[in-house]
């Protein structure tokens, strides 16, 4: 890389004949001020470098900055997109971020790096201004773990999370902490884990737990660990276990069981109290045969001929007739005769009453008997 320009030093004024005072540089004047506050942010996997702004009250034009970093004990060399994926020659903004997309790009998080950064105004520059070193594993502040799930179980809740960043196993690894208390009561803390699949048992069913998760983050050949951010507070009900399984389901079906009986009971409390209004309700109203409506619609109608053409003669026929008398002393509580007919099953005795298309035997029979 091109090595920075080296640093001018304004010249000295000649000391004029009959003055004995020197006068000022002579670019004192145009010098830009150098940016100040620096501040790097690394947090998780973010690395960033911001300043405040620098402005020339003579020179409206925008004020454009140069940024450079180096290792221990090498050159500086500016921050373009061949070596570091961003570029921060000439940033118009008060902030490089060189936030790595891959584990392969951004600076070494093993590594000591330092930053510098100076304005620029078309032809007049300032003065560098250098941020402290730092390592990233060392200086970085841990976030909370990510995506957190948890899913209850009997008596139990299972924690599902991921790491606040990636980091390569060769260089350091997440170690995990749960803190956790039932509602209303006292905090517990589980032991580290180093899986991101933490099972919290011995909890009492059907209550509600609420908890937090730390990452601690190691270094795998050093001694040293940066610990992280609580999350957010989290909490769960537990589910039931099978004992409190078994009494529900009884407490169910009991319910079940009750609320039919209540039902049906009165249901059948209503059919008997309105059962002549249920009987009227669902009972169908009397209806008039067909031929009959017909007649009582239009009486010239010969309904009543079809009907006699349409009766088979063998109903109409008798096989005996049969005339009884009683003295005059029992004719008064007994009937004066009595028709018995043997071959249709659906005829009856009649009292009194002769069949139309036997007439004259029946009269002949009557005289007979007289």
């Given at each position: 890389m091109r090595p920075p320009p080296p640093t001018l030093l304004p010249p000295l004024l000649l000391m004029l004949s009959g003055?004995?005072?020197?006068?000022?540089?002579?670019?004192?004047?145009?010098?830009l001020p150098a940016p100040g506050n620096l501040k790097v942010h690394l947090y998780n996997a973010q690395q960033a470098l911001?300043?405040?702004?620098?402005?020339?009250?003579?020179?409206?034009?925008?004020v454009v900055y140069q940024v450079q970093y180096k290792y221990t004990s090498s050159n500086w060399y500016d921050v373009n997109k061949e070596d570091s994926k961003v570029d921060c020659t000439n940033l118009t903004r008060t902030e490089c971020d060189f936030t790595a997309n891959s584990l392969s790009e951004g600076f070494p998080r093993r590594f000591n790096i330092s930053l510098r950064v100076r304005a620029k105004l078309g032809g007049l520059v300032s003065a560098w201004a250098t941020a402290p070193w730092f390592e990233h594993y060392r200086n970085a502040t841990i976030g909370p773990?990510?995506?957190?799930?948890?899913?209850?179980?009997?008596?139990?809740?299972?924690?599902?999370?991921?790491?606040?960043?990636?980091?390569?196993?060769?260089?350091?690894?997440?170690?995990?902490?749960?803190?956790?208390?039932?509602?209303?009561?006292?905090?517990?803390?589980?032991?580290?884990?180093?899986?991101?699949?933490?099972?919290?048992?011995?909890?009492?069913?059907?209550?509600?737990?609420?908890?937090?998760?730390k990452a601690e983050l190691f270094l795998t050949k050093e001694n040293i660990s940066r610990p992280g951010h609580l999350s957010n507070i989290s909490c769960c009900e537990t589910a039931a276990d099978a004992s409190v399984k078994l009494q529900q389901d009884f407490l169910a079906a009991g319910t079940t069981f009750l609320v039919l009986s209540v039902v049906v009971g009165s249901c059948l409390f209503l059919v008997l109290r309105y059962r002549g209004l249920v009987k009227h309700w669902f009972h169908s109203p009397p209806s008039i045969p067909s031929q009959i409506e017909e007649y009582l619609k239009d009486p010239a109608q010969p309904i009543l001929d079809a009907l006699d053409k349409d009766s088979s003669p063998k109903d109409d026929t008798w096989d005996s007739v049969s005339v009884?008398?009683?003295?005059?002393?029992?004719?008064?509580?007994?009937?004066q005769s009595t028709l018995n007919q043997s071959a249709g099953p659906s005829h009856q005795p009649t009292e009194g009453v002769l069949c139309a298309k036997e007439a004259a035997t029946c009269l002949s029979g009557l005289d007979g008997a007289t």
């Open positions: 003055f004995g005072a020197a006068a000022p540089p002579a670019d004192s004047l145009a010098q911001s300043w405040e702004p620098v402005s020339l009250d003579s020179d409206p034009r925008p773990p990510e995506n957190i799930r948890v899913t209850p179980e009997e008596g139990s809740l299972i924690i599902r999370l991921s790491a606040p960043f990636d980091v390569p196993a060769t260089e350091a690894y997440f170690v995990y902490c749960v803190y956790y208390w039932e509602k209303a009561g006292a905090k517990q803390v589980t032991r580290p884990f180093r899986s991101n699949f933490i099972t919290l048992n011995d909890l009492k069913p059907l209550r509600v737990y609420c908890f937090q998760v009884v008398t009683f003295p005059e002393n029992e004719q008064e509580g007994s009937p």
